[in-house]
């Protein structure tokens, strides 16, 4: 498995103290460059919504993921609960980094384009699987 914008490893020295075969790789904090094999599983911790580009993040995901049996299980908090606060939601607050807002749908989409189905497990919960119709 990947941890994919691990920051500086966390996760990955946890699971590894627990026996799992677990990597990290962080564009963004992490002078390593980008592993070359393919995972069956991801994780992603508050990555979604600090991207500015999520269709370019999607790329690189789904670069890194198995193409017929890859699993991303990642945490982005959705928006649909919180419509009628608009910009006032402490999600987009400012100085908290978080640039890009997502709704379930916007997601369903954005997952789609990469042939990927997703099963919203909570406002904040979401897996992402590979299918083929």
Partial sequence: MIDFGCGDGQLVKLLKEYG?????????????????????FMTSFEVMEHTPTPVKTMEIIDS??????????????????HQAELMNFWYIAPRNGHITIHSNKSLDILF????MKIKHISELYHLAYKHSD
């Fill in 20 to 40: 799992a075969d677990a990597v990290g790789w962080d564009p963004f904090n992490n002078s390593a460059p980008m592993p070359e094999e393919r995972f069956e």
């Fill in 112 to 115: 789609a384009k990469f042939g």
């Fill in 64 to 81: 890194l993921l198995d193409q017929e049996n890859g699993k991303y299980f990642f945490s982005t908090l959705t928006n649909d609960l």
